[in-house]
């Protein structure tokens, strides 16, 4: 007998970069900004406009969620130590970092096969669901659903309306 497939975002836990694993349960209710990340990109940059949507949106019911990943040009290559130490000294990240994960191919987390799954992409049709870079975000409203889906070259700060939107208080 098969599971059910998932339905929302809720149903996956990982580890954080510090170690115990959160259940994504704990964000119910929130609008959620999902993002691959890398400490040696081109859009490694981006990290302070993610922080900054979520200072802007944190008490209204916003996150984002890191997921740094080393699958593109081997841009993440540190450790959960530098990682975090990297992210709080350059940026200073507040948003809730996960442990290093793969988003494509056979060791890909569970969550990114969902998200894929939800939101394939401009090519998905045509069986490309692939993440094609670093910094490719899922936009996820409070009910657990993924609403929208964002390639590396979108600034965070050209979301805001969307997270307005769906925040929508």
Same mark, same amino acid.
């Given at each position: 007998?098969?599971?059910?497939? &998932?339905q929302t975002?809720y149903?996956?836990?990982?580890?954080?970069?510090?170690?115990?694993?959160?259940?994504?349960e704990q964000?119910?209710?929130?609008?959620?900004?999902?993002?691959?990340? &890398?400490?040696?990109?081109?859009?490694?940059?981006?990290? &302070?406009?993610?922080?900054?949507?979520?200072r802007?949106?944190?008490d209204?019911?916003?996150?984002?969620?890191?997921f740094?990943?080393?699958?593109?040009?081997?841009q993440?290559?540190?450790?959960?130590?530098?990682?975090?130490?990297?992210?709080?000294?350059?940026?200073?990240v507040?948003?809730?970092l996960?442990?290093?994960i793969?988003?494509n191919g056979?060791?890909?987390?569970?969550?990114y096969?969902?998200?894929?799954?939800?939101?394939?992409?401009?090519?998905?049709?045509?069986?490309?669901?692939?993440?094609?870079?670093?910094?490719?975000k899922?936009?996820?409203?409070?009910?657990?659903?993924?609403v929208?889906?964002?390639?590396?070259?979108?600034?965070?700060?050209a979301?805001?309306? &969307?997270?307005?939107?769906?925040l929508?208080?």
């Amino acid at each position: 007998m098969n599971a059910e497939p &998932a339905q929302t975002v809720y149903e996956f836990s990982s580890p954080l970069l510090d170690g115990p694993t959160v259940s994504l349960e704990q964000f119910r209710g929130r609008v959620l900004l999902i993002v691959n990340t &890398a400490s040696q990109c081109g859009f490694t940059p981006q990290y &302070a406009g993610l922080e900054d949507l979520y200072r802007a949106y944190k008490d209204r019911g916003f996150a984002v969620l890191g997921f740094p990943c080393n699958q593109f040009g081997a841009q993440e290559p540190g450790s959960a130590e530098e990682i975090g130490a990297f992210c709080q000294k350059n940026f200073g990240v507040s948003f809730p970092l996960f442990a290093k994960i793969d988003v494509n191919g056979p060791q890909a987390h569970p969550l990114y096969g969902f998200l894929k799954k939800k939101k394939p992409g401009i090519l998905g049709i045509f069986g490309a669901r692939g993440i094609k870079w670093n910094f490719t975000k899922f936009l996820v409203d409070r009910k657990g659903n993924v609403v929208a889906r964002y390639g590396p070259s979108t600034r965070p700060k050209a979301l805001a309306a &969307a997270i307005e939107g769906l925040l929508g208080n």
